[in-house]
């Protein structure tokens, strides 16, 4: 039998499990150190593999949400009705209400199973008709569906699978990076695609989502870890020890491992007794707080901000897909940057530095259309840039959301309430794709009132953030939980 003093190369040490003599039934190992970011990293992989299927399944959605406010190419071919642009945010709202309040009538695996197959179905749809009405609202609602029904579930197990200090980084890099990822690709595609190509830019998302789908299926069978949270509340003390076991690089049980156990029966304990009422009650002042940011999150990236995009680009930049591109990258590199930072500066910080400076910006926009009788290019060229600028820091601002939606809730109504703040979120959307720009946006003035409006929110938000959000950085998902428990958190 292995000692203390015995030293393995992977930087472990082996710790004896029985009395001398006594037979070892299985080998357990601490870390003799925190060690380097790249050995956590590594270490804890197979947490972020886990919620991999659901990724892949919010790219797939990232790339209808783009198109539905306006990044498409078929305003040429075929007049898109209002219905088909709102068609995914139907589904997904229906989806979202399925997945927090039914989903636990199945396994983890086999909802992201089922979720992987509708996108494959969708996808198969739109990929081999081309220019066809129904094929793409068919193709709409199932991955509409698909997307809304694998949030809540997805976002309450990054919270129960994640070690405490990689909570942050796996629930905002497991939703929100893979879904702005799908809207720079559709953003790309939607603005260098060939019109004359016989295979359209629609099929080429309809493809991509197909073979996305059959990767989420095999990471779905492969990878996927259910909550150890669930066994022990089960009585399945082996089983949740396997499972922690599971989700750590080598696979092994460690003195963390433990902790883990520790720290699930804590929070088990502390949700054991709400229920009903109660839980309602202690989830009201975070589920308020979060659904406003996820309203605002929904705006940020809505129809009337692409259309001012398409707008401003057009007069400064006529012919060139740059700007189109650049909005995508932007907000891309905004939720990489706050996703990774989430465990090392926290949650508030990215949080309220985006708020702060897109609303900034957004003032910044609406004042180049003020009183314009005549638009004037420098005028459009600095909204085009303060724009840019725009996404960049909401991609940062609304990072956190993710991660404070995996952790601030009572365990019993903790997908309930997600789904509920993701349902606002897709109303909004789906609010402003109703808005007919050919009637309501016939002049400056009205972009300049939705980017006043937007600003005014986003710096509320703001003020509300410095004594309503808590930071949550290194904190078990009990600790977390009782920092949302009043309307105003402790500055302590």
Not at 183 to 192: D, G, K, T
Request: glycine fraction near 8%; aromatic fraction near 10%.
């Amino acid at each position: 039998m292995q000692t203390e003093g015995t030293a393995t190369t992977s930087g472990f040490q082996a710790i004896p499990t029985a009395p001398p003599g006594a037979a070892v039934q299985r080998e357990m190992i601490y870390q003799t150190g925190q060690g380097t970011c790249c050995n956590q990293d590594r270490r804890n992989q197979p947490q972020a593999n886990a919620i991999g299927a659901a990724a892949l399944i919010f790219v797939t959605g990232g790339l209808h949400i783009a198109w539905s406010i306006g990044f498409d190419s078929l305003l040429a071919e075929l007049e898109v009705s209002s219905h088909l642009r709102i068609s995914w945010f139907i589904a997904a709202i229906v989806g979202a209400l399925l997945g927090g309040f039914l989903s636990r009538r199945l396994t983890y695996r086999q909802l992201m199973q089922l979720c992987a197959m509708l996108t494959v179905i969708g996808g198969i749809v739109m990929g081999v008709r081309q220019f066809n009405v129904k094929a793409m609202f068919v193709a709409r609602y199932l991955n509409g569906f698909a997307n809304g029904l694998a949030l809540a579930p997805t976002l309450a197990m990054a919270g129960e699978l994640s070690v405490y200090y990689k909570r942050g980084v796996t629930a905002s890099a497991g939703e929100q990076w893979p879904t702005t990822l799908g809207i720079f690709v559709q953003i790309v595609c939607s603005a260098s695609w060939d019109t004359d190509s016989e295979f359209t830019a629609e099929q080429f998302q309809g493809v991509l989502s197909a073979i996305l789908g059959v990767i989420a299926i095999c990471m779905a069978w492969l990878l996927t870890i259910e909550s150890p949270v669930d066994m022990l509340s089960h009585g399945d003390e082996e089983g949740a020890l396997d499972a922690l076991s599971r989700l750590h690089r080598p696979r092994a049980v460690t003195a963390e491992t433990y902790d883990q156990m520790d720290n699930h029966r804590t929070y088990l304990a502390h949700n054991q007794p709400m229920r009903g009422l109660r839980a309602w009650t202690e989830a009201l002042p975070a589920l308020l707080h979060l659904c406003l940011l996820r309203g605002l999150y929904a705006t940020s990236s809505s129809m009337l901000v692409a259309y001012t995009l398409s707008f401003t680009s057009t007069i400064v930049y006529p012919g060139s897909s740059g700007p189109f591109v650049l909005f995508g990258l932007l907000r891309l590199a905004g939720s990489c940057t706050s996703a990774f930072a989430l465990d090392t500066l926290g949650r508030k910080i990215p949080l309220m530095l985006g708020l702060v400076m897109a609303g900034g910006l957004a003032v910044g926009v609406a004042s180049r259309f003020v009183a314009s009788e005549l638009l004037r290019v420098k005028d459009m060229r600095m909204a085009l840039w303060l724009l840019l600028l725009y996404q960049l820091f909401a991609g940062i601002g609304f990072g956190p959301s993710s991660a404070y939606l995996s952790e601030a809730f009572p365990r019993s109504v903790k997908r309930q309430c997600i789904a509920l703040a993701y349902v606002l979120e897709m109303i909004i959307q789906l609010g402003i794709c109703r808005v007919d720009l050919s009637r309501n946006i016939d002049g400056v003035d009205n972009m300049a009132a939705f980017f006043f409006s937007l600003a005014a929110l986003l710096l509320a938000e703001f003020l509300c953030s410095v004594w309503c959000m808590p930071e949550t950085k290194m904190t078990t998902l009990r600790q977390a939980q009782i920092k949302f428990r009043n309307f105003v958190v402790s500055q302590a």
